[in-house]
């Protein structure tokens, strides 16, 4: 494909996540007598929704960051790698998005602008750093999804089973694709680089935990 057809094919992405119901490939990892809520008490549901909100903001964000690095890449191994990832990432946003309903709680209103700064941030990344900086972007990117699903795990109510289930399979996910990144060349960021990715993750999980 010319830049022109994977410009559309990176439009009709964006439409999907935003605005389309998210298909997973693979089944949920939430157990089946897990996805009832009514044990929870009102504030662990509150709790256990507002995370999941973010959890949700976070794939939402890889499906823009993946697709535009796809766009931008002239190796068409890497391409395949990245498609694949933002797979993988498409049954994370479609678990996310289910146990949200479950849990009577709703996506954040900013995914819009989540997903354009997401989108923006992946196409200088892989337009002005290269493959190498490109593929760096996305091993810190994922270590610190990684971490921050780690977070969730210790914060969510123990007997939130579903939504323990989905994190924890998300956080081996994200480990994954730090992994096969690393792997494909990416690069070591700069430690200002990586201490301003995680200002920015802080401001956007403190805003989607409410919005």
Known sequence: MNFTDRLLCAVDSGMRTLFAVPRAARPTPAPENG??????SP???RLSGALMRVNHVGEVCAQALYTSQ???TKNDTLRQQLEAAAREETDHLAWTSERLEELGDRPSLLNPLWYAGAFGIGLVAGRVGGDAL???FVVETERQVAEHLGSHLDRLPAHDTASRAIVAQMQEDEAH???AALLAGGVELPLPVRQL???AARVMTGTAHYV
């Open 35 to 40: 996805a009832e809520s009514g044990t929870l």
């Open 43 to 45: 504030a662990e549901r």
């Open 70 to 72: 796809a766009m931008t």
């Open 134 to 136: 490109s593929l760096g």
């Open 177 to 179: 694709h730090a992994d």
């Open 197 to 199: 990715m995680r200002l």
